[in-house]
């Protein structure tokens, strides 16, 4: 008859072979090959393992750091600004210089000196700096200059036309209709009334002073010069008067004063 194993013998077995288990595992964990950084792929790409959330730091045993993937960003490239230079001290010597002819023409003794320079200051202040911008390749912008230059004054008028316009109904009719406790008829008739009276002592004085009788216009000789006489200063009994002789383009050629003695008697003249 067979004899049967007992039950402490078959757990001391068992126990044997799982710790020779264990060992055999170790042994082929340690001769297997260390994991490269590139694996193959199914089909034959490779991949790149991720790194791992924590690494030890060189020279500093037991800390840990977390590395910080690199990563490089594509800015997109800025396009290349051409370079310009700045040219804003020839358009002020423009303007500086129409400012200096406008000088010029009021200090200017000679009436036809004066015109030349005044116009010559008005041409200067409206093309110089549109022509600089244009010498510079900058078209727009030249435009641009001589549409403020014209249109500036332009809006510079109209708005003070405006204004004053707006100010003076402000305080002759809306002011008087609002604050005057009369009717309104009342103050538009006062304002009417107003405006003749004053246009007809203007119109009186002014026009009285010059438009007069007696008027002549004198034609200039052959060479073109013509005199003009007035009275500067009178007294009861001597008047002073002064002469002027002025070419055709109006220089003036020569100067005389001449005094009067003024009676009330006929006093003959010697021929």
């Not at 840990?64 to 310009?84: I, L, R």
């Amino acid at each position: 008859m067979r004899k049967q194993p007992s039950r402490g013998a078959c757990v001391a077995g068992l126990v044997l072979a799982l710790v020779a288990g264990s060992r055999a595992a170790r042994a082929g964990e340690a001769d297997a090959p260390a994991p490269s950084g590139e694996v193959e792929a199914p089909d034959g790409e490779v991949d790149v393992p991720a790194p791992s959330a924590e690494v030890e730091a060189p020279g500093a045993p037991g800390e840990v750091y977390a590395p910080v993937p690199s990563a490089q960003v594509y800015a997109p490239a800025k396009p290349e600004q051409p370079q310009t230079t700045w040219y804003g001290w020839q358009t002020l010597l423009a303007d500086g210089a129409a400012a200096g002819l406008v000088g010029l023409a009021i200090l200017s003794p000679d009436g036809n000196g004066a015109n030349v320079l005044g116009t010559a200051s008005f041409v200067t202040y409206l093309v110089g700096g549109p022509i600089i911008h244009w010498a510079h390749g900058h078209g727009a912008k030249g435009w641009g200059s001589l549409g403020l230059r014209v249109g500036l004054p332009l809006a510079g008028t109209l708005a003070g036309f405006l204004v004053g316009k707006a100010v003076y109904y402000a305080w002759s009719l809306v002011i008087p209709l609002v604050f005057i406790p009369m009717p309104w008829w009342q103050i538009l008739l006062g304002y009417l009334a107003m405006h003749l009276t004053a246009g007809l002592i203007l119109g009186v004085v002014f026009q009285l002073a010059h438009l007069v009788e007696g008027l002549s216009f004198p034609k200039p000789d052959a060479d073109g010069a013509i005199a003009e006489g007035w009275v500067e200063k009178r007294g009861r009994s001597t008047c002073f008067c002064r002469v002027e002789v002025r070419s055709a383009s109006d220089v003036l050629v020569a100067t005389a004063s001449v005094v009067y003695k003024v009676s009330s008697r006929t006093i003959p003249v010697p021929r």
